[in-house]
């Protein structure tokens, strides 16, 4: 089991997995800036793992299932169930954070299971917004937060969530990024993350 870790992209995979890990013990601990901080590095990772898998040559098939299932079960731990947490605790722990990170959970599980079973349709694009979004999203929103009134701030956290777990299952086509994309969300991730980790100390 143990051996398909060797391939540079399920490494990949496997990072993006310990910064998820690390992130969700920084959000249970209320260091949210820190958590979602290093949150980035995960979306990061699962640029860069696809990026790594498509120009590995000569891969073995068995490895790149794997490497797969890997990618799907990262990408709902940073793309729902971090995020859902991060609005749990937001919110302390209100009624209207549980019904944002049941929804949240609920459409990243359904995106994922239909994306796993189907893929990209035939013109090459995304039914429902992928959940790479979410984790820039909590960014922007946590970026945003000197300019929000304090008592909104949590209010508009979860508006924004339960709208984008919406957008996540609804039937509208999303075209892959290009690189141009991929760069400026890499430097927006990296920019983002060096600010919120500086606030955190």
Do not use: C
């Not at 917004?129 to 300019?147: G, T």
């Amino acid at each position: 089991m143990l051996k398909y870790l060797w391939d540079p992209a399920n490494a990949i995979t496997i990072t993006g997995l310990l910064f998820s890990s690390a992130s969700l013990f920084l959000a249970l601990s209320e260091r949210l800036e820190l958590s979602v901080a290093v949150a980035l590095w995960a979306v990061l990772a699962d640029h860069l793992d696809g990026f790594v898998a498509g120009r590995t040559t000569d891969r073995d098939p068995n490895v790149a299932k794997m490497g797969a299932s890997l990618d799907g079960f990262a990408d709902i731990v940073y793309g729902a169930v971090l995020p859902a947490v991060i609005v749990v605790q937001v919110s302390q722990g209100s009624l209207l954070a549980l019904a944002t990170a049941t929804t949240l959970l609920l459409a990243g599980a359904l995106r994922l299971s239909y994306f796993a079973n189907f893929g990209r349709s035939r013109d090459g694009r995304f039914l429902g917004l992928p959940l790479s979004y979410d984790v820039p999203l909590l960014a922007l929103l946590f970026l945003l937060r000197p300019l929000i009134p304090a008592e909104a701030f949590s209010d508009v956290v979860n508006i924004g969530f339960l709208l984008l777990a919406l957008a996540h299952v609804a039937p509208v086509r999303v075209p892959p990024l290009s690189a141009s994309m991929y760069t400026a969300i890499s430097i927006f991730a990296v920019a983002s993350s060096v600010a919120l980790a500086s606030r955190s100390f």
